[in-house]
């Protein structure tokens, strides 16, 4: 009955033990599918800035030669102008404009390229004179007029005079020989034009390119793709500032566009020399979308394992909670069948021994005066009286090993040894037995039952022995890892057969019992169910006609 308890607690302990580990499982995997969707989100991320800094240095490297070229071309009109003007000569003549029409077809990028005087009155140009078009009141001219040693201007967005677009206009001073201020030369360039340039990048369905002068003109809105309607707004995000002030030489961030409300990833680039910058930003939605998909992949697969594990937990329980139904029941049930081997063992001697005293009475008395059958008959009950009386001593002690919960402690195995040859020492005699045995260790184990173990062993060593030799008996003992003391009783008795070697240990199963009569068929099963109290194991090693040896384990008093 304890050790079913035993079994029964150690079950519980495993099921809360398996239970445990299904949480720990499904923990992991959801921690693992976290781990690899934060993982890849950030690969995403790193892809979308290295995506966004690879096209915005493209797209700065394009507009810089494109301004270089509107730059040479200026450079290359004040010069002729300058020439023209020294050689005493006119810059409204057809020879100028024929002279500003071939360097325009020249630069793809401009609507046309326009030479003005001190006044600011347009007098040549690509398309031919423009009468009555005055650019004195605009910034680039006075800025260039008044400041001999500015380079290139670039305007802010405007509404060209002649074109009526938006556009920007690309200006350099007209310097005369003495140095004096002669005018200007300039390109307008329209806004649409970078906005296709744009379009031509591949940034994803919501992502944007925009261009925008530096700090210096306070970050005016030049271009954007796609347009939003606010060209020349000074409104930054307080990130973008930030960023560029701490870094103004490029980087990347995050942020959300003002102009229409979207998370993005940008990257930003001053354009070579000049005053102004390109940002490139892809939108999150965008470059996100095929890590959401995983993530959904990850998701489902997560859930769908997490759900059979769920289920498969589910219905270990109701598994253990029958098991353990049945195991209470089994319980009970070895308790009531102990309980009634004990009571069956111990107030049947009564009885049996009324039996058997009257039985041997009556074949005393009538022996001989009945015929001969009777006397047959009465033998027969005087002999199986006992034989039972012989076993209940056995199946008492075979109930009561499990009847209450094992108190071991240190068992010298010499001592005991030293009593079971001192209770068989009339059957080692008559046999005249020869015994020898190793220094035997202290183990953890109960006195009574250890001795009751041996006794048996030594027992059923001089019942099972040769005919025309006295038996040899050897025991010894060895130490196994895990602090455990392999002991073994050799005999070289008649030996088993291989077939037998689970069945002797069944209770009352016995070999040639009219060969070797006076057996009970409990010994060894009692033998078994010590050993098992002890935790320990019990096996048999034998060959017919070599004899057998009994090994069994128990555990060492200290620890090793």
Known sequence: ????????????????????????????????????????????????????????????????????????????????????LRAGGTVAGPEMHAFLRNFQSRLKMTDSLWLTNVAGDMIAGSDGPQAGINTADREYFTSLRDNPRQGLAISPPILGRVSNK?????????????????????????IAWFEQKFNNLEVGPQGTVVMRGDASRNF??????????????????????????????????????????IRRTFSYQPIANYPLITLVGMATDDYLGEWRKEGIKVIVLAGAFFIVTALGGIGMLRTWRALERRTEELARSNADLEQFAYVASHDLQTPLRNIASYAQLLARRYEGRLDKDADEFIGYIVGGAKHMSSMLPDLLDYARVSRSPPEFM??????????VLGNLAPDIQASGATIKMDKLPVVLAEARQAESLFQNLMENALIYRQPDAPPQIE?????????????????????IEPAYFEKIFIIFQRLEPTRFPGGTGIGLALCRRIVHRFGGTIWVESEPKKGTTFNFTLRSSVEV
């Open 1 to 84: 009955m304890a050790a079913v308890k035993a079994d029964f607690n150690k079950f519980k302990a495993s099921r809360w033990r398996m239970l445990a580990l299904l949480l720990f499982v499904n923990a992991s995997v959801l921690g693992l599918a976290w781990m690899s969707l934060d993982a890849s989100y950030r690969q995403y991320q790193d892809r979308a800035a290295v995506t966004t800094r690879n096209t915005n240095r493209l797209v700065s490297q394009s507009i810089a030669g494109d301004i270089d070229q509107i730059d040479l071309a200026l450079r290359a009109v004040a010069d002729e102008a300058a020439r023209v």
């Open 475 to 495: 025991i010894t003992a060895t130490l196994e890892p895990r602090g455990l003391w392999r002991i073994a009783v050799h005999d070289d008795g008649i030996g």
């Open 410 to 419: 240190p068992v010298d195995l010499n001592a005991v040894m030293e009593s």
């Open 220 to 261: 005016d809105l030049l271009a954007r793709f796609p347009h939003a309607g606010y060209v020349g707004q000074t409104t930054v995000s307080q990130t973008f500032t930030a960023r560029i002030t701490a870094h103004p030489q490029g980087g990347t961030y995050e942020a959300v566009a003002g102009a229409d409300n």
């Open 166 to 190: 938006w556009v920007l206009i690309f200006a350099r001073r007209l310097t005369l020989s003495d140095g004096s201020f002669g005018g200007i030369v300039f390109a307008p360039v329209t």
